[in-house]
């Protein structure tokens, strides 16, 4: 849905969840995981070993550019009364968000076929293969690793969200023909629950409060360096655009080229803050003529 807290801060990106520390802002959640282990190291969340490690970054992608994502939203049921999808504001934003297309009952009940298909796949690759021998974790960890907060999360989606209730037909999908998908998804959400119980409860910010507190951050910022053979004739201190490559590509974040590496681009933007964003499935482009920014005063931030 419209998130002006978001506008306020020069953020056009449209997907959660964000990173806010101090004045860098990170999106998309893989970035966002990236660096809290950068900034964490030694984490049992972080795979024991680099070939765990990519592991993880598989699981990551599958999830999210591999076709799971994809397929779960064809099964959201489109016959609750009080369900998403009789919403009609969610509706007309999802329009905008995908291009045009709109999301009908009748869209809806042909794409259930397709998306029961391929997630029928991705149940059994788990079942019989990384869960096969009776392990708890992904990686066969004593606690969940991030492979499997990366894998996980589409399969809580269509399992334990009550908007998502009667999405699988239980004589296919059911507990009883995929026990251990359904064991480790309910492990996971115990780990989930005993870490709230355990840790410090966040203090809700509304978005006033949030753009002051940015703006006026006098900590560190992350300077991710330019690096000019990954920038693709791009030119350090240039205006760009940055958006996703999928879908949302209409929620476009623009400022002054500061950072790119190999995997990351970060913006400069007019509210003096560092927009953050992963290199995979995003793209980066000379912003169009006319598209300007005052940023005077603020490069040194």
Known sequence: MPRPDLASLGVGYRRIPLLAIGKDIYCDSRLIISKLESRY?????????????????????????????????????????????????????????????????????AARVGGLQHLRQAFDLLEGTFLADGREWILATKEPSVADIDAVWPFKWLTVDKGMRGSLPEDQFGEKNYPRVYAWVGRFMEEVLRRKREGVVATALDGRTVFDRMVDAKSPVDAVPFQGKFAMGLNEGERVEVYPSDYGQMGKSSGILVGFTSDEVVLLNEQGLRLHFPLWNFTVRKAPEGAKADLKGKSKI
Do not use: C, Y
């Not at 489109?78 to 999802?94: E, I, Q, T, V, Y």
């Open 41 to 109: 190291p030694g984490s049992n969340l972080t795979p024991p070993t680099a070939a765990d490690s990519g592991i993880s970054k598989l699981f990551e992608n599958w999830t999210i550019d591999g076709g799971i994502f994809a397929n779960t939203v064809k099964l959201m049921p489109f016959w609750h009364d009080d369900g998403f999808l009789k919403n009609k504001a969610f509706l007309d934003d999802r329009q905008r968000l995908m291009g045009g297309r709109r999301m009908t009952a009748e869209t809806m009940k």
